[in-house]
């Protein structure tokens, strides 16, 4: 007697989680992709979430890294993967800018893609050696204008964040400057830091250590706003209106995925984004929460495509 009653609560048991079992199904995997590198700046920003977010869909998450031609293959991969919600990628601006700067790429930013859930922003920081007599924005920007063809500045890389941001500023502000490209933006920092490099962009995590670094000085952000990372810091628009560099970081899915999929990931992704622990790992990567629905994040991924699309103008014209 005692056995069948075990068995009756046992069998009561299992009906009991049958319907949580049918809403969240188990054994599905949700791949993340990121077109880059292991190890790299964009897989440490997916790692801050992707395991919460695949818990709290009923599903497993998975990293996905996809290398290779600046993150295009990757991005192609993830095209043309089923619109089934199982397979997202993890974006930035440089989906945008990627677009823009290939020959033909394989994808189309806009049409190939539904967005999903803006994760955060992050904003760039313009730094200049301490041997440019220069404390502000607007003191570099009189100084390069004064000396035209006489000042360089350091980047990542051609095509990288930190160049196109710098020769954004100067198409903008009309400065005459050498850029002097470097395979990474710590390689950057150091010339800079060295006082053979006068200036460089970077974002505004690779800032933060130099704050009180006298070798180098923070004149401004690039953001229309000031940074909650750097409030003492004030925006380059103020000395050069209508200038902005900053990047987005959020998911995005197939084209044809289905609106209610994309609807319970975006909800997924707000409800994360109110967790204590997340928001601490975004801030270690100096990226600002901001949640948005799916319709306000598509138009932002359509702003920035054509903010980017006038950067990479102004970078042809300079180069």
Request: proline share 7%; with cysteine; glycine share 8%.
């Amino acid at each position: 007697m005692a056995s069948l009653k075990r068995l009756c609560a046992a069998l009561a048991l299992i009906a009991a989680l049958l319907p949580q079992a049918a809403a969240q199904p188990g054994g599905k995997v949700m791949r993340i992709v990121v077109p880059f590198a292991a190890g790299g700046a964009r897989e440490v920003l997916a790692r801050t979430f992707y395991s919460e977010l695949g818990a709290a869909l009923g599903v497993t998450a998975i990293i996905d890294n996809r290398p290779g031609a600046g993150g295009a293959i990757g991005t192609a991969s993830a095209a043309k993967a089923a619109p089934d919600g199982l397979t997202l990628i993890f974006a930035a601006s440089s989906h945008n800018v990627t677009a823009l700067l290939g020959a033909s790429p394989a994808y189309d930013p806009i049409r190939d893609f539904a967005a999903v859930a803006n994760i955060g922003m992050q904003s760039y920081v313009l730094m200049a050696s301490a041997a440019v007599p220069a404390k502000t924005a607007a003191e570099f920007l009189t100084y390069a204008r004064a000396n035209p063809g006489k000042l360089n500045y350091a980047s990542a890389g051609h095509g990288s964040s930190s160049h196109l941001a710098m020769a954004y500023l100067a198409s903008l502000a009309g400065l005459d400057m050498v850029h002097i490209p470097f395979k990474s933006t710590a390689d950057a920092n150091n010339d800079v830091l060295a006082g053979r490099s006068h200036a460089v962009i970077v974002p505004n995590v690779g800032a933060i250590p130099f704050v009180k670094d006298e070798r180098i000085r923070l004149l401004g952000v690039t953001s229309r706003k000031r940074s909650a990372f750097l409030p003492g810091v004030p925006p380059v628009a103020e000395s050069v209106p209508g200038y902005r560099f900053d990047s987005w970081f959020g998911l995005l899915a197939p084209a044809k995925t289905p609106a209610a999929v994309i609807a319970r990931i975006n909800a997924a992704v707000a409800k994360l984004l109110r967790e204590p622990v997340i928001l601490a790992r975004l801030a270690g990567q100096g990226v600002e929460p901001r949640p948005l629905n799916p319709e306000a994040f598509e138009r932002l991924i359509r702003e920035d495509y054509e903010d980017m699309a006038r950067v990479v103008k102004a970078v042809g014209r300079i180069e």
